[in-house]
């Protein structure tokens, strides 16, 4: 399975020039945990819920501060034509719960969560233990 068939395509998106308020706001509207930030349709880096709290609450950072004072960047990406399996490992060799996905020109097109995948995996677990039942109870 390609992650493009995983993907949430509901992406919030700001600009580098953006504010961390702003970031923290339209957070909260959408109830997400991070947005990614984008020039031209293509990301160049990310802000978490928990790079807001450390800049402003911890560091000091003004909540009228650019994103891209802030941001992750270079920003980690997959391809929607990756297969689903392929997030995993570079999430944890990156320690990030999230990747953007982009198309073959490099364009936000999505975002892939470790929450996704887990949900991915208890699926596939489910009709794992349901083929093994179904083998069980043939031989009994």
């Known amino acids: 399975m390609s992650i493009g068939h995983l993907l949430s395509r509901k992406v919030v998106t700001a600009e580098p020039t953006d504010s961390l308020a702003k970031a923290a706001r339209l957070m909260d509207e959408h109830n997400v945990g991070a947005v990614v930030v984008v020039e031209q349709g293509r990301p160049v880096g990310i802000v978490t819920d ?7 609450c911890t560091l000091g ?5 650019h994103l891209q004072n802030v941001m992750t960047c270079p920003v980690a990406t997959i391809r929607q034509d990756e297969g689903v399996y392929n997030a995993t490992p570079q999430m944890m060799r990156l320690a990030v ?9 490099g364009r936000l097109v999505g ?17 794992i233990a349901e083929g093994i039942q179904a083998e069980v109870a043939e031989v009994a």
């Open 61 to 65: 950072t003004s909540p009228e501060a």
């Open 50 to 56: 928990r790079d807001l709290a450390r800049s402003v």
């Open 97 to 105: 719960r999230r990747l953007p996905v982009v198309d073959e020109l």
């Open 111 to 127: 975002l892939v969560s470790l929450d996704d995948l887990l949900l991915l995996l208890g699926r596939e677990l489910h009709h």
